[in-house]
């Protein structure tokens, strides 16, 4: 079965430092892969999503990711954090036959940013 | 363009009273989805819709919860009786193509229902 496994619940950075938050996969077919951010009393934002177009792939805000197909990862990056980057984070997996998909989520992981 | 909208933001209810959630997807989305969040717990698929039929409702817990979607536009989930176990945040989202070759579609969520039982 698909699935993605998100390491840290919680990850605290200083703003400016780099922002990596984790993300892996298991999946027995090419896998469409999101990250979704949601903020505070907000609903979930796409921020970025594989599609096998190309492995670098850039989102909103200056995120991006890398899908890693040795390494089962597609882990989120931000070179610099932003005191309004604080949020929580979802990496998902689409899974399902062709036109009937739905989204597999990790448990998140909290985004702390201080001064 | 509107988003996906849900009503209401929060809802608190006791044990055995019934609930409804709604959801209006975005003008012109065909397909619309729930999903739950329990604290603590990843977001977990309920079901999907693609306009007024039931595509996938394998996420669904038991017979307590049922979903329409009337019309194939906006949808209601009701929980009836609901348990203590049912709290927690209840998302919805939709998405526009109906994939026939492969491929996936972006799936826009709405700001979620927090239902809570006492």
């Known amino acids: 079965a698909q699935s993605v496994t998100q390491l840290g619940s919680h990850v605290s950075v200083s703003e400016g430092a780099l922002v990596l938050l984790r993300c892996n996969y298991s999946?027995?077919?090419?896998?469409?892969l999101f990250w979704y951010v949601q903020y505070p009393n907000q609903g979930l934002q796409l921020l970025l999503k594989?599609?096998?177009?190309?492995?670098l792939v850039k989102g909103i805000n200056g995120f991006e990711a890398e899908f890693k197909k040795s390494e089962t990862s597609f882990h989120l990056t931000k070179p610099s954090a932003h005191m309004s980057d604080a949020a929580e984070y979802f990496c998902?997996?689409?899974?399902?036959?062709?036109?009937?998909?739905?989204?597999?989520f990790g448990t998140g992981t909290r985004l702390l940013v201080s001064p | 363009e509107a988003g996906v909208t849900q009503f209401p933001s929060h809802s608190v209810i006791e044990k055995g009273q019934t609930v409804t959630l709604r959801c209006d997807p975005i003008s012109g989305h065909d397909n619309l989805y729930w999903y739950r969040r329990v604290m603590g717990k990843e977001i977990k698929f309920l079901l999907h819709?693609?306009?007024?039929?039931?595509?996938?409702e394998s996420g669904m817990p038991n017979n307590r919860f049922l979903a329409e979607r009337t019309g194939g536009t906006y949808s209601t989930l009701k929980v009836q009786p609901a348990e203590l176990e049912d709290s927690g945040v209840y998302f919805c989202?939709?998405?526009?193509?109906?994939?026939?070759?492969?491929?996936?579609?972006?799936?826009?969520f709405g700001p979620g229902t927090r239902l809570t039982v006492l």
């Open positions: 989202a939709s998405s526009q193509k109906t994939l026939l070759a492969g491929g996936t579609d972006t799936q826009y």
């Open positions: 594989y599609t096998s177009a190309a492995t």
């Open positions: 998902a997996v689409s899974v399902g036959n062709t036109g009937f998909q739905k989204l597999v």
């Open positions: 999946s027995s077919v090419p896998p469409y």
């Open positions: 819709f693609v306009k007024e039929s039931k595509q996938d």
